[in-house]
């Protein structure tokens, strides 16, 4: 439903267009075509990685046109009723599908918010003296339209809803039994540094389904962390993780490879989620400086102080922290002095944009400066052709990852490429 509702809406907007420019109401028409255009760059940025950011702001931007089309034009009488404030409840319903997909607090404000604005006006008529409302015989039609295409886009809505509800239900039916199955592997795909020696790697999960073959994280993860199973698959990669180090310790040439594992921010916000880490790397003897959490900026969603106390207790422990996929989500640099982090993972869309103009280039050179200001090691993934790799080595990055180094594979694959050293990385 999400992927469907900023279309729906640039296209809804349009329809209007020409409805207010027949009643000749042409401050209407440049209201109605510029939220057109911002939910088509709210609608741009999110096809671009931002979608949470891009939704939002395609949330607040149509509320707000809302709130002024009622207060201004949309003035009931005693002969037709206000009713453009019912859009209140699709904008409602449709942070509703995106915060089940992102519990972000600011969707869940929204949510309560349009639900509020929508009380308000329904239960006080809101006429003030600097409204110049549309004449009757305009609204006598125009509030038809309106009030079938809410029930509409609500009727239209619910049923995508109850739709990804049920392919949900089965995903994590399906997921609760692939857990007690055995079904999830974890891939290896090398990290390395400047001179493409392997360093260390990171466990990547997968989902090897009796039927369907291998699935895409990005199709089952998203189920998982609705239905609150991430901290049990977090846990799984966490023992798979520990009994691969295991094994290294004991090759010479595999003895000091670091392994990084991706945390969820369900598991990271556990009570034990410390005492869970350090447990298991006392149960198998891994020394803690071969283990590095990868977290996402999503983490920053959840409150700071008990973020930080957290991380500093994984610090004290020895453990690195990775900020994985920076500059696509919620992170600043007031979150980034605060944070006991030692690596900066630059997110693959900027390491592709380097090569593809100016603007990205720059982009990519600042994020890798301001890492450095930082005091933290920079790593770039998402690296595929040599071109990349040469820029983002005169960045002043040192440590890389991408398909030119070599592709995630199961764990024999990885430790045969890292016993043949003359076997090149790429591919």
Same mark, same amino acid.
């Given at each position: 439903m999400c992927q469907a509702a900023l279309p729906v809406g640039i296209v809804f907007t349009a329809l209007w267009l020409p409805i207010f420019a027949i009643v000749g109401n042409w401050h209407l028409v440049l209201l109605d075509g510029f939220l057109m255009l911002v939910i088509t760059a709210c609608w741009e940025a999110a096809s671009r990685g931002n979608f949470s950011t891009g939704y939002l702001a395609a949330?607040?931007?149509?509320?707000?046109? $809302? /709130?002024?089309?009622?207060? *201004?034009?949309?003035?009931?009488?005693?002969? $037709?009723?206000?009713?453009?404030?019912?859009?209140?409840?699709?904008?409602?319903?449709?942070?509703?599908?995106?915060?089940?997909?992102?519990?972000?607090?600011?969707?869940?404000?929204?949510?309560?918010?349009? $639900?509020?604005?929508?009380?308000?006006?329904?239960?006080?008529?809101?006429?003030?003296?600097?409204? %110049?409302?549309?004449?009757? %015989?305009?609204?006598?039609?125009?509030? !038809?339209?309106?009030?079938?295409?809410? /029930?509409?886009? &609500?009727?239209?809505?619910?049923? *995508?809803?109850?739709?990804?509800? %049920?392919?949900?239900?089965?995903?994590?039916?399906?997921?609760?039994?692939?857990?007690?199955?055995?079904?999830?592997?974890?891939?290896?795909?090398?990290?390395?540094?400047?001179?493409?020696?392997?360093? =260390?790697?990171?466990?990547?999960?997968? !989902? @090897?389904?009796? @039927?369907?073959?291998?699935?895409?994280?990005?199709?089952?993860?998203?189920?998982?962390?609705?239905?609150?199973?991430?901290?049990?698959? =977090?846990?799984?990669? *966490? @023992?798979?993780?520990?009994?691969?180090?295991?094994? !290294?310790?004991?090759?010479?040439?595999?003895? %000091?490879?670091?392994l990084s594992i991706n945390v969820s921010a369900d598991q990271f916000r556990m009570a034990d989620f410390v005492a869970l880490v350090t447990g298991t790397l006392e149960a198998y003897g891994i020394e803690p400086a071969m283990l590095k959490l990868e977290l996402t900026e999503s983490i920053f969603v959840a409150d700071i102080e008990d973020l930080v106390k957290t991380m500093k207790a994984l610090e004290r422990a020895g453990i690195a922290i990775a900020l994985d996929d920076f500059g696509t989500g919620y992170s600043s640099l007031s979150h980034l002095r605060q944070l006991?982090?030692?690596?900066?993972?630059?997110?693959?869309?900027?390491?592709?944009? $380097?090569?593809?103009?100016?603007?990205?280039?720059?982009?990519?050179?600042?994020?890798?400066?301001?890492?450095?200001?930082?005091? &933290?090691?920079i790593l770039a993934e998402g690296i595929e052709t040599e071109e990349q790799f040469q820029f983002m080595l005169s960045c002043g990055c040192r440590k890389f990852q991408g398909y030119y180094f070599g592709r995630p594979v199961p764990l024999a694959a990885l430790e045969e490429r890292i016993a043949t050293p003359t076997q090149a990385l790429v591919g």
């Open positions: 949330q607040f931007v149509c509320a707000l046109f $809302v /709130v002024l089309f009622s207060l *201004l034009f949309d003035v009931p009488s005693d002969a $037709v009723p206000r009713v453009c404030h019912f859009y209140f409840l699709v904008i409602a319903l449709a942070g509703y599908a995106n915060y089940g997909r992102d519990r972000g607090r600011l969707q869940l404000a929204m949510i309560v918010l349009c $639900v509020a604005g929508f009380v308000v006006f329904s239960s006080s008529p809101m006429t003030f003296a600097f409204a %110049t409302p549309l004449p009757d %015989t305009v609204r006598g039609v125009t509030a !038809w339209i309106n009030v079938v295409s809410v /029930v509409v886009l &609500l009727g239209g809505g619910i049923v *995508l809803l109850q739709r990804e509800f %049920t392919l949900d239900g089965n995903m994590v039916r399906e997921l609760r039994a692939a857990l007690d199955d055995e079904q999830f592997e974890l891939f290896y795909q090398p990290q390395v540094d400047q001179a493409g020696a392997v360093v =260390g790697a990171e466990a990547l999960l997968r !989902w @090897k389904h009796p @039927k369907r073959g291998y699935v895409s994280p990005d199709e089952f993860v998203p189920a998982a962390e609705r239905a609150g199973l991430m901290p049990r698959l =977090g846990s799984w990669v *966490l @023992k798979e993780a520990a009994q691969t180090l295991s094994g !290294w310790r004991a090759n010479a040439a595999t003895s %000091t490879l670091v006991p982090l030692q690596q900066l993972k630059i997110d693959r869309s900027f390491v592709r944009a $380097v090569t593809e103009s100016g603007r990205g280039a720059s982009l990519a050179r600042n994020i890798a400066k301001m890492g450095h200001d930082l005091s &933290l090691e």
